[in-house]
């Protein structure tokens, strides 16, 4: 019997997703199971690992039956995961604490005492950002507070490796996952020593760093039989969301911009060596040996539309709740919307900054604040795209998903203001797509990662609007005089 599918295994932060695929990128069957989230106090943000696990389980198990394949057609599962989660774990291998997810801001402190010069000497060295989105911040944190958890420590975890650990009993991370912790060198790929001695933790209580083509064999039987698949089934390791979600839009030649746009939202693109900013506006995490990707990640994505349609009382669906922007020409009236509701990471790595709208006059109504949100998300991400093209050159294409990438208003906006043109994938899971063919180039079904483009079905690209380019970049002028006035204050 043919072997013609491939799932991907999505880990995010709301969901964790299986997907199932044909070789050729066509997607068979998807399966979403929700991820609670929990804030004990103000600033936390914590998840239970048992319940991931569990949740992952399920999600591949449906997305087999809802496929309707024969298991015996299934060449492998892909891991993809969100950055930044950290767990504790004892010497069981039990985990003492919740998944800290990136969210977490409890060690904002932690980031803050830093100097800014020491803050600068980190970043060169790891090309991430020192925020408390990352688990070395997270765990200066632990140590100068003395968590309970962190004193009694035998290891820490993302929440893909204790699922890796969960199912092979191995303890194994990617080059992109340990990237993400802050506690990585790109230059020698392995975990830094001066970053692990202010953590005050040592290379033995962290996993194995792997390529993402590493394979993992002879899951669980128990879990194999849960989820309806061979136990001989190979697994591959992948890599973090971010990574994945490029390589699966196919955004992975320079001058190719990936933009995703979720509840969050980041732009990256692929370089062939690292590369990081003087003003630290923009991470550089690693894929493999030889391949790093560029960007900044914002927290204010559809977030800051949903805050807006609750405050508004707006019991319409989100459809018509964006199209009431669409009654409103560029600028939205001189009303402008500063998008840092929840903190910021790019461009500013600020968990204390706040949102703002500035301009408001009698005139404005509901359609101007739509509007002005819509605008203010996107003309956070140019600024942070501006920041990339420092680094790695001017976008050629823009490559856009996430759920924003649904609406037709928005995809004109920003191909106006970014004035490029913008290509959507029919696929929507472009980080499961992603992981799925990371696990053909290990078990050599294809011949490379670049191949991945002649197997992503695309809509027709969004052209911009000329007029409203040249409008557009005289608002955005505007915009970001306010938003670097508002960075002084935060």
Not at 444 to 469: L, T, W, Y
């Amino acid at each position: 019997m043919p072997k013609e599918y491939v799932i991907g295994l999505d880990i995010g932060t709301t969901s964790v997703k299986a997907c199932v695929f044909h070789t050729k990128g066509k997607l068979i069957a998807a399966a979403e199971e929700l991820i609670a989230s929990y804030y004990p106090h103000q600033g936390w943000a914590e998840q239970n690992p048992a319940e991931i696990e569990r949740s992952a389980v399920l999600a591949v198990s449906e997305a087999i039956r809802q496929a309707g394949i024969d298991v015996d057609e299934l060449i492998s599962i892909g891991f993809s995961a969100a950055m930044h989660s950290l767990i504790v774990m004892d010497k069981g291998g039990r985990p003492l604490s919740p998944a800290l997810i990136w969210a977490d801001g409890r060690s904002s402190d932690q980031a803050e005492q830093l100097t800014k010069s020491v803050r600068v000497h980190l970043y060169e060295k790891t090309g991430t950002p020192v925020h408390p989105m990352t688990p070395f911040v997270k765990l200066l944190w632990m140590k100068e507070t003395g968590y309970e958890p962190y004193l009694n420590a035998d290891s820490f975890m993302s929440i893909k490796e204790y699922l890796i650990y969960c199912w092979f009993g191995e303890r194994k991370i990617d080059y992109s996952m340990a990237s993400a912790t802050g506690l990585f060198n790109p230059a020698t790929l392995d975990w830094e020593p001066e970053l692990l001695s202010l953590a005050g933790i040592s290379a033995k209580q962290l996993s194995a760093i792997v390529p993402p083509t590493t394979k993992l064999y002879e899951i669980r039987p128990d879990i194999a039989q849960q989820m309806g698949i061979p136990g001989e089934l190979p697994f591959v390791i992948g890599a973090a969301d971010g990574q994945l979600s490029n390589l699966g839009i196919g955004a992975i030649l320079p001058g190719e911009v990936a933009v995703s746009v979720g509840t969050s939202g980041a732009i990256r693109q692929f370089t062939d060596h690292a590369r990081v900013s003087p003003s630290q506006e923009t991470f550089c995490y690693s894929f493999t040996g030889e391949t790093f990707i560029v960007g900044g990640p914002t927290n204010n994505g559809g977030i800051a539309l949903q805050w807006l349609k609750n405050l508004l009382q707006d019991e319409g669906s989100f459809e018509s709740f964006l199209a009431a922007a669409e009654q409103v020409g560029p600028g939205a009236e001189g009303l402008f919307f500063l998008p840092y509701l929840n903190g910021e990471r790019a461009p500013l790595w600020n968990q204390r900054a706040r949102g703002n709208f500035h301009g408001i006059a009698i005139t404005h109504k509901k359609a101007h604040f739509v509007r002005a949100v819509l605008e203010g998300i996107t003309f956070n991400l140019y600024q942070i795209g501006r920041a990339l093209e420092k680094l790695a050159g001017s976008s050629a294409k823009i490559y856009v998903n996430g759920g924003l990438a649904r609406s037709p208003l928005w995809l004109q906006m920003m191909a106006d203001i970014f004035d490029a043109e913008i290509y959507v994938s029919e696929n929507h899971h472009s980080a499961a797509w992603g992981a799925a063919w990371t696990a053909l180039v290990a078990l050599g079904q294809v011949h490379s990662f670049e191949d991945i483009k002649r197997n992503i079905p695309m809509d027709s690209p969004v052209i911009p609007n000329k007029a409203n380019c040249d409008r557009y970049q005289s608002i955005y002028a505007q915009y970001e005089k306010l938003a670097n006035n508002a960075a002084l204050l935060f």
